[in-house]
């Protein structure tokens, strides 16, 4: 298992952008797949990106294509979800997740290893 911790949600105007970061605890976070998902209030927790082990396959939800970057950086056990051009759908609490050590993609919550505790987004219109 490993822990992990959000932070950089918070309240932006529409058009605009936030930062989220997820830090991972314990040596394995390079042999982990990490994916970002989120839940709106009343909804099912859905996938948004994913990340390869080192960064160099990323796969998106067809709703944040072109908007959204994820990206990691294994010296620091950081994964970063880069939001751009957000909109009042994308209101939700967001959740770092991670596979499973050497696991392989994780695009459903069933790949899921572990969660974070979520970190709220809301983007007024």
């Known amino acids: 298992q490993v822990q992990l911790v959000e932070s950089g949600g918070g309240l932006v105007q529409a058009g605009g952008s936030l930062r989220l970061s997820c830090a991972a605890s314990?040596?394995?976070?390079?042999?982990?797949?990490m994916a970002w998902f989120r839940q709106a209030q009343g909804k099912e927790r859905d996938f948004v990106a994913s990340i390869s082990w080192n960064g160099g396959s990323s796969y998106y939800a067809d709703s944040v294509k072109g908007r959204f970057t994820i990206s990691r950086d294994n010296a620091k056990n950081t994964v970063y979800l880069q939001m751009n051009s957000l909109k009042p759908g994308d209101t939700a609490v967001y959740y770092c997740?991670?596979?499973?050590?050497?696991?392989?993609?994780?695009?459903?919550?069933?790949?899921?290893?572990?969660w974070g505790q979520g970190t709220q987004v809301t983007v007024s219109s």
């Open positions: 314990g040596r394995t976070f390079s042999m982990r797949y």
């Open positions: 997740a991670a596979g499973p050590s050497l696991g392989r993609v994780v695009t459903t919550k069933a790949h899921v290893g572990s």
